[in-house]
């Protein structure tokens, strides 16, 4: 009969070529979905910066962040810590433990004697280096909710202004 293929055998072959295309599309779904989820992960503690003109420090890699909210409640990253036990936190974070180094995102309401709390906690904690991240300026003049006295210049973006 005319169906065996090749040499004379039994007419099936084994495939040794592996299909790739369903591994590309799952590749693509992935692509796809860490593209969308991706700018939400990056959302931090929602927090009113101060504006200031200065130009802006570029970082290179991903640094500790203490973020301070108008209710005065203290985060490292994302995570809320007691300001009692921030001190500890910090000593036991290996990041700012190798770097030496943070970065204070305080809300604009914040009394100065809390960031200045949080600030000698990191540095009790053995952290060197505080840099303060405000917003960039908006025009001419910095916004000035509430005709509240303008806070002092921080840099545009993140900086490392204030060292300890």
Same mark, same amino acid.
């Given at each position: 009969m *005319?169906?065996?293929?090749?040499? +004379?055998?039994?007419?099936?072959?084994?495939?040794?070529?592996?299909? %790739?295309?369903?591994?590309?599309?799952?590749?693509? %779904? $992935?692509?796809?979905?860490?593209?969308?989820?991706?700018?939400?992960? @990056? @959302? *931090?503690?929602?927090?009113?910066?101060?504006?200031?003109?200065?130009?802006?420090?570029?970082?290179?890699?991903?640094?500790?962040? $203490?973020?301070?909210?108008? *209710?005065?409640?203290?985060?490292?990253?994302?995570?809320?810590?007691? $300001?009692?036990?921030?001190?500890?936190?910090?000593?036991?974070?290996?990041?700012? @433990?190798?770097?030496?180094?943070?970065?204070?995102?305080?809300?604009?309401? %914040?009394?100065? +004697?809390?960031?200045?709390?949080v600030?000698?906690?990191? @540095?009790?904690? +053995?952290?060197?280096? %505080?840099?303060?991240?405000?917003?960039?300026?908006? +025009?001419?003049?910095?916004?000035?909710?509430?005709?509240?006295?303008?806070?002092?210049? *921080?840099a545009?973006?993140?900086?490392?202004?204030?060292?300890?």
């Amino acid at each position: 009969m *005319g169906m065996g293929g090749g040499k +004379g055998g039994g007419g099936r072959t084994t495939m040794s070529e592996i299909n %790739v295309t369903p591994m590309v599309d799952v590749m693509l %779904v $992935l692509l796809i979905i860490f593209m969308v989820t991706a700018p939400l992960i @990056q @959302q *931090g503690v929602k927090v009113n910066l101060p504006e200031t003109k200065a130009t802006p420090v570029e970082a290179t890699e991903k640094k500790v962040v $203490l973020s301070i909210d108008a *209710g005065k409640k203290v985060y490292i990253g994302d995570a809320e810590v007691p $300001l009692e036990e921030l001190e500890t936190k910090l000593a036991a974070n290996a990041k700012a @433990q190798a770097d030496k180094e943070v970065y204070l995102h305080a809300d604009r309401d %914040v009394p100065y +004697g809390v960031v200045v709390e949080v600030m000698a906690a990191a @540095q009790r904690a +053995g952290i060197k280096n %505080v840099g303060m991240i405000t917003d960039p300026s908006t +025009g001419g003049k910095a916004s000035n909710p509430g005709n509240k006295t303008p806070t002092a210049g *921080g840099a545009k973006g993140k900086s490392k202004e204030a060292k300890r």
